[in-house]
């Protein structure tokens, strides 16, 4: 016998609806919570939403925030913001500060004149300086871009709501949605929560998380729907706790698998990509839990018909039933 | 499905070999860019140097050569996103309207009365007539000069939009104009920054317009977008202008069809010029650095054939007379002419240094922008940020690919061994396409493969638990196989075109980051698509058909 590293073991009975008030409400509760965080706390804007310069200013002596904020306070910038930046990646010899400005005019983005007065200002004080990264977006541009995230972030939850209306029932899809919208937003409440930087990096990993969260749930529906055409007359608590079960193995190896690979890149991959591969590894976990708790919750409540017989899966049913022993795993 | 026909084997095999072949300059990418770029240098020029063959000899030139091109946030460059000005051409078109229409409205005196231009905004033109009660037939003559739109949808209107107010007809552009002119003026600014740029001569710089009347530029290897916007932000714009007065204030009564313009280095020096030039930056043919006699930097031009015989007849008319060379509305200098110039060359010398006189010959030899452009995101990324994140980048995909072989292999033995090699193909398949395609990989790109090497295995991880439960239920092992293939498909079909949906949507609508991370991602999907279902299947039927093993531990 071959050695498996199995994380689930074969044929777990879990209960997963034993707890389904508990669970469910935990989403809501942290559904809620997010949403007033976000609404209190606000999200912690990055140029690409609020217009605004940073700048990446690299120094191989140690400098201090204070000395830094100092040479610039004298230039009235308007809002200024300093934070030294760590990576285990950087050498003794490599400090890293990332330097924002507001904007401060009411279209375009940063004048010439102005980044050489701040660039002349951080020489006076730490000669060793280098500008590694300068970005600066105009408000008018950020206006636009908050604007088309939103309605990406939108379109591709509608065309996903379509599809699954489409491939499963109207139910699968509320609950495939729901899932997707719970993951969205918790993971935008703790960014909100912790106040990291929300930029268009983010809206890219939250539209992964979406098609990842998708991807997992839909993994489930598929199961599910064979599940009910298999067993017709068991309850569909009963029929969704063993589509659970059966399909959990797979449920923790790709999120493993998934988690493994961005691990990497949350520690390895530099501080530049850290915010966006942090977005995603949480997404990863909270789409997991959501497909296994929240999802099929929805669907459940809502009902599903089981009168299958009147519809074109009969064919497929009847496929099944001719394609070999059905399946005999019933709990 | 287990029995793969012999040519279906060749294709799937063909497919991985190609892609191999077509990722592996990747590997050399130094030595390839070098070979690649040499190419280009010749092909420009004509000939070839011993250096750049020499260069070329650095790869073979019957291997592929296609690289994946870096994003600006690996190799370093400038990335500027202006806003063309589009109303600034109303105003010049407005000024160039008013001496056709006075002449023409001057033919019908006896009839509109004496014509005067009263002061307006500068995109109308506002014409007083001496008889008011003539209005509608002067109205009637202005309506002759316009022309039809040309453009889709404002096909067949009119392009003046001409109002009365008493004795004042009030001129304009009207809107299918306005729109047709803002489509020209943008498309006219592309084309110029692209010249302007190309002149330089960095490596693949992107210029594309986006949206009505934005332009995007990103230029690889620049040192800074400051410097990019030095090289696209001036207008450009030459012209050789009759003076009619010099005096040191700025608010002097210019008189109509007059324009007040500084002189560039003489402080506090105002000239009076004709606001009608001569002949203007269009007619050059060409602009080279050059040195004046007294060794001073400067920029030899010449006109084109129209041009010089305009600049002929204007300088034997007026010899003795002072004309102004104006650059973006301010004097370069204000020579007197000496005797007529009918041989179309000249020379414009002043204070500035080599790079200047360089840096002129280059904007005025593209040629001059239409209108000014605001500039309204502009970003630098220095080259070592860059290598960094292409150092912490791979460092990172490495370790990522060992964790995830490790964890399948040992989830699934030697099926995971298979999952993994495909896994790894699929790395390299993507790398291939993207070359192939000219796609651009970015630093959210590579979080994007190696996203993919996480789901990627999902495909494959599907059809296992699934044979493993065909496996539990008694199946034999050929049986269990295939019913785990088949079984699985709906399922991996369903999770792909979701996360194609959301993949689709963020290419479409994202800008920037969100678009390279897009483009990995459907390129992604698709390859382990086909590594999951075609490469792996084939390895386990290879397997199946070598070993016939009579059970199996999954």
């Known amino acids: 016998m071959a050695f498996r590293l199995k994380l689930v073991p074969d044929n777990t009975k879990i209960d997963f609806f034993r707890w389904q008030w508990l669970t469910a409400g935990i989403s809501g509760l942290a559904m809620v919570a997010s949403v007033i965080i976000i609404l209190t706390m606000g999200l912690n804007f990055g140029i690409d939403f609020k ?84 970005e600066s977006v105009g408000p008018k541009v950020s206006d636009e871009l908050i604007k088309t995230a939103l309605y990406a972030v939108g379109a591709a939850t509608i065309g996903i709501l379509f599809y699954i209306w489409l491939r499963f029932e109207w139910q699968f899809a509320v609950g495939a949605v729901t899932a997707l919208v719970h993951d969205v937003l918790v993971t935008v409440g703790i960014f909100s929560l912790f106040q990291l930087r929300f930029d268009l990096t983010t809206i890219a990993a939250l539209l992964t ?74 997404g990863v976990f909270i789409g997991a839990y959501s497909t ?21 899966k009969i064919a497929k049913a009847e496929r099944d039933e001719l394609s070999g022993t059905p399946f005999q795993d019933t709990p | 499905m287990l029995q793969i026909p012999t040519w279906k084997r060749v294709l799937i095999i063909g497919i991985v070999l190609v892609g191999l072949l077509y990722a592996m300059p990747n590997l050399f990418y130094q030595r390839v860019e070098t070979h690649n770029d040499a190419i280009t240098a010749a092909e420009r020029a004509g000939f070839e140097t011993p250096e750049q063959a020499a260069a070329r000899s650095l790869w073979p030139d019957w291997l592929p050569a296609t690289l994946v091109n870096l994003g600006l946030d690996l190799r370093g460059g400038a990335h500027l996103l202006g806003e063309v000005n589009v109303e600034e051409v109303y105003a010049s078109r407005m000024t160039a309207l008013w001496p056709e229409l006075r002449d023409a409205l001057a033919a019908q005196r006896d009839v509109v009365g004496a014509v005067r231009r009263v002061p307006g905004p500068p995109d109308q033109l506002h014409v007083e007539i001496g008889n008011p009660d003539q209005m509608a037939r002067a109205v009637e003559i202005v309506r002759g000069l316009a022309t039809p739109v040309v453009s889709v949808s404002g096909a067949g209107t009119s392009s003046l939009d001409i109002t009365a107010q008493g004795a004042t ?172 110039i009918p041989g179309g060359n000249g020379q414009i010398s002043g204070a500035m240094t080599v790079d200047e006189s360089t840096q002129l010959a280059v904007l005025l030899r593209a040629g001059a922008l239409p209108a000014e452009m605001t500039f309204l995101e502009e970003r630098t ?66 979080a994007g493969i190696v996203l993919t090497v996480g789901t990627a295995v999902d495909a494959n991880v599907i059809i296992y638990e699934r044979i493993r439960e065909e496996l539990r239920a008694g199946k034999r092992v050929v049986k269990a196989i295939d019913d785990g293939f088949n079984e699985a498909m709906s399922a991996i079909i369903d999770a792909n075109v979701t996360t194609f949906i959301a993949a689709l949507v963020m290419f479409f609508l994202g800008s920037g980051p969100v678009k390279g991370f897009a483009v990995t991602l459907v390129i992604g999907i698709a390859t382990s698509v086909f590594t999951a279902i075609y490469l792996t299947r084939l390895m386990i039927v290879v397997w199946l058909e070598r070993r016939r093993p009579a059970s199996l531990v999954l």
């Not at chain 2, 490495?398 to 193909?425: D, K, M, P, Q």
Request: aromatic share 6%.
């Open chain 1, 51 to 134: 217009g605004g310069t940073t700048i990446r200013a690299e120094s191989s002596t140690e400098f201090s925030v204070a000395e830094y904020r100092d040479a610039l306070d004298g230039l009235d910038l308007g809002d200024v913001s300093i934070t030294e930046v760590f990576d285990p990646g950087f050498g003794p010899d490599r400090h890293v500060a990332q330097i924002r400005i507001g904007t401060t005019n009411d279209t375009g983005s940063v004048t010439p004149e102005e980044l050489n007065r701040i660039e002349s200002a951080l020489r006076a004080v730490d000669p060793n300086v280098t500008f590694a990264a300068i």
């Open chain 1, 209 to 282: 998380i979406l098609g990842y969260s998708v991807n997992d749930t839909v993994v489930v529906f598929d199961r599910l729907r064979e599940n009910l055409i298999k067993f017709k007359t068991m309850p569909l608590i009963d029929v969704m706790n063993l589509t659970v079960n059966e399909t959990l193995s797979r449920t923790v190896m790709t999120a493993v698998t998934t988690a493994l690979a961005l691990a990497a890149l949350l520690i390895w991959g530099g501080d530049v990509i850290r915010n966006f591969v942090f977005a995603m590894f949480l």
């Open chain 1, 292 to 312: 296994v708790y929240l999802a099929k919750s929805v669907v459940l409540w809502l009902g599903v018909r089981r009168d299958w017989s009147k519809s074109e």
């Open chain 2, 169 to 340: 007809m009030i001129v304009q552009l009207s809107e299918a104009e306005r729109a047709a002119t803002d489509d020209r003026t943008v498309q006219q600014s592309l084309e110029i920054v692209r010249r302007r740029v190309d002149e330089v001569g960095t490596r693949e710089p992107t210029i594309q317009r986006q949206g009505q009347d934005r332009i995007l530029i990103q230029v690889p290897g620049i040192g800074s977008a400051e410097e990019l916007k030095e090289l696209i932000g001036t207008t450009a714009k030459l012209t050789f202008n009759p003076v009619v007065g010099r005096g040191t204030d700025p608010n002097v009564q210019a008189g109509l069809g007059n324009i007040v313009v500084p002189a560039m280095e003489e402080p506090g020096v105002y000239y009076t010029l004709a606001e009608a030039p001569v002949v203007t930056g269009e007619d050059l043919t060409d602009a080279r650095p050059s040195f004046d006699p007294n060794g001073q930097p400067a920029v030899d031009f010449r006109f084109g054939p129209q041009g010089a015989r305009r600049f002929g007849a204007y300088t034997a008319a007026n010899v003795g007379q002072p004309f102004a060379i104006v650059l973006d509305n301010q004097v370069i200098s204000a020579p007197v002419i000496r005797q007529a």
């Open chain 2, 381 to 446: 990324i220095g080259p070592e940020l860059g290598q960094d994140s292409i150092d912490a980048g791979t460092k990172a995909a490495t370790i990522a690919t060992v964790l995830v072989v490790g964890y399948i292999v040992a989830s699934y033995g030697l099926f995971g061994a298979f999952a993994s090699a495909a896994v790894i193909i699929n790395v390299i398949l993507i790398l291939a396409i993207m070359g192939a395609m000219g796609a651009t990989l970015t630093l959210p790109g590579i």
